[in-house]
């Protein structure tokens, strides 16, 4: 009979702290605390965050268990985000992590947060399919833009990556231009559902390869804007619909550009996206447009494991364990990691 792996994952990158307990690859409980705070100052603030997660770690990880209802001595082994995120979050978890995992004698496992949003894939939950190796990955985030061919659970490559801005900054700075509040780019998500996606028109950026740029098109947007309310000073408010599609339907273009060239280079049909600018309404439209127009076969994760959670470290670290993958406690937390 096969036995039961319990694994207490901890995630806590950036301004989210989170705790999730899967068995085998199923998860029990995954919550979450989110920082309000962040959005006076439109963004996060690095030492606001790491104090925040300091007092949010205990009692996330205590509900945790309790709605999984699973004790610490039924842990087998514990997995926390090594990097890359902010470097004070990112100790906060992993101190956390090292202590539990000496205290309890039990496997510490330290896993990279954007193979986490991949791996996300292959959580089990009923009405969702897992790829099959090989596939493509599109990481999609506020600091993370990549196209990743991935061969196993253990072999990934990252095939094409930003050059400079990631498209989770693109969207968020473009509603700062638009005046809209942090987080920007849900916001623009939301009006660009009944705006004109073809009302303005911006060039997209001329990169070779699978590369992505996005910094061009958020200067494009900001003199479109001004040159505009030159003329027009309620121009924003009165196109606000037809902005926010028109540049959510410019970086959608961009990302599927891509994504075809990466098909077409690799022969590799199976296209996942992770991140959290996966949960974007407008590119999972579009993804999904893809199977019958290509012939492609797309996955979308369900939509709490594409913003940053404890789910996705757990799968990661579920699999490391069944290969005895273990890290010792002298292992430490990287603001930038190798992928």
């Not at 919550?31 to 439109?42: D, F, K, L, N, S």
């Not at 963004?43 to 770690?57: D, F, M, T």
């Not at 039924?74 to 997995?79: E, G, T, V, Y």
């Given at each position: 009979m096969k036995k039961n792996i319990y694994t207490l994952a901890i995630e806590s990158s950036c301004d989210d702290?989170?705790?999730?307990?899967?068995?085998?690859?199923?998860?029990?409980?995954?919550?979450?605390?989110?920082?309000?705070?962040?959005?006076?100052?439109?963004?996060?603030?690095?030492?606001?965050?790491?104090?925040?997660?300091?007092?949010?770690?205990?009692?996330?990880?205590?509900?945790?268990?309790?709605?999984?209802?699973?004790?610490?001595?039924?842990?087998?082994?514990?997995?926390?985000?090594?990097?890359?995120?902010?470097?004070?979050?990112?100790?906060?978890?992993?101190?956390?992590a090292k202590s539990m995992s000496m205290a309890l004698q039990i496997p510490l496992i330290a896993v990279n947060h954007m193979k986490a949003h991949i791996l996300a894939h292959f959580i089990d939950e009923e009405n969702f399919d897992k790829p099959t190796f090989p596939f493509l990955a599109l990481t999609i985030s506020g600091g993370h833009t990549q196209i990743v061919q991935v061969n196993s659970f253990f072999d990934l490559k990252i095939i094409g990556e930003t050059t400079d801005d990631a498209v989770g900054e693109a969207f968020d700075k473009s509603a700062k231009i638009l005046g809209l509040p942090y987080p920007g780019g849900p916001l623009i998500d939301k009006y660009a559902q009944e705006g004109n996606p073809k009302a303005f028109r911006f060039t997209k950026p001329k990169v070779d390869g699978l590369d992505f740029s996005f910094s061009g098109l958020k200067t494009q947007i900001l003199y479109f804007i001004q040159k505009n309310q030159a003329v027009n000073p309620n121009f924003i408010e009165e196109n606000r619909n037809d902005i926010c599609a028109s540049i959510q339907h410019t970086i959608i273009n961009i990302l599927i550009d891509k994504l075809k060239l990466a098909v077409q280079q690799t022969g590799i049909k199976q296209i996942a996206i992770g991140g959290g600018v996966s949960a974007n309404s407008g590119i999972r439209k579009t993804l999904k447009e893809t199977e019958s127009k290509w012939g492609w076969k797309t996955y979308i994760p369900k939509f709490e494991y594409t913003t940053d959670n404890a789910a996705m470290i757990g799968i990661v670290g579920y699999y490391n364990y069944l290969e005895n993958n273990f890290d010792t406690n002298d292992i430490v937390s990287k603001a930038r990691i190798e992928f």
């Open positions: 702290t989170s705790a999730a307990i899967l068995c085998n690859d199923k998860v029990l409980s995954n919550i979450v605390a989110r920082q309000a705070i962040h959005e006076e100052y439109g963004g996060v603030v690095p030492e606001l965050a790491s104090r925040a997660h300091q007092q949010n770690i205990v009692p996330v990880v205590d509900v945790a268990l309790k709605k999984a209802n699973v004790t610490k001595n039924d842990l087998n082994c514990i997995a926390f985000t090594q990097g890359p995120g902010l470097m004070g979050s990112l100790l906060v978890g992993g101190s956390f």
